[in-house]
C-alpha cells in the first residue's frame, strides 16, 4: 500500500514556472515507477511523464517534452515534475501515481494522489 500525496499546484502566468511534488508513504517506494499525469476540465485523464525505479529511464507525452522534467529522491520518498514555460493548454489537476510497471497507461498504476491544481493565465 502506497499513499502519495501532491502538492506545488497554482495560479501562474504563461512562460512561468512550477515545480509539483509528490511524497510517498507505506511500501518501499523505490519499488515502484512512478507517474504524472493530468485531467483538464472537460477532458480525459491524460500521460505526462514517467520514471522507473532506478532513475536512469524517463519518458514524456509529446506535449512537455523538453519542457517538463521528471525527477524523483528515493531516500526522500519524492517525485518531482518540474513544469517550465507554462502555457494555458498546462492547465489541469495533476496526478502523481505509482506502479509495478513502467508505463504510460494510466491503467497500469495501483496508487494515486488526490491531485494538485494548476492554472495558467495567458
Known amino acids: 500500500q502506497v499513499r502519495l500525496v501532491e502538492s506545488g499546484g497554482g495560479l501562474v502566468q504563461a512562460g512561468d514556472s512550477l515545480r509539483l511534488s509528490c511524497v510517498a508513504s507505506?511500501?518501499?517506494?523505490?519499488?515502484?515507477?512512478l507517474g504524472w499525469f493530468r485531467q483538464a476540465p472537460g477532458k480525459e485523464r491524460e500521460f505526462v511523464a514517467t520514471i522507473s525505479w532506478i532513475p536512469s529511464r524517463q519518458y514524456y507525452s509529446e506535449s512537455v517534452e523538453g519542457r517538463f522534467v521528471i525527477s524523483r529522491d528515493n531516500a526522500k520518498n519524492t517525485l518531482y515534475l518540474r513544469m517550465n514555460d507554462l502555457n494555458p493548454e498546462d492547465t489541469a489537476v495533476y496526478y502523481c501515481?505509482?506502479?509495478?510497471?513502467?508505463?504510460?497507461?494510466?491503467?497500469?498504476?495501483?496508487?494515486w494522489g488526490q491531485g494538485t491544481r494548476v492554472t495558467v493565465s495567458s
Open positions: 507505506g511500501d518501499t517506494f523505490a519499488n515502484y515507477a
Open positions: 501515481a505509482a506502479s509495478s510497471e513502467y508505463t504510460t497507461f494510466s491503467s497500469g498504476y495501483t496508487y
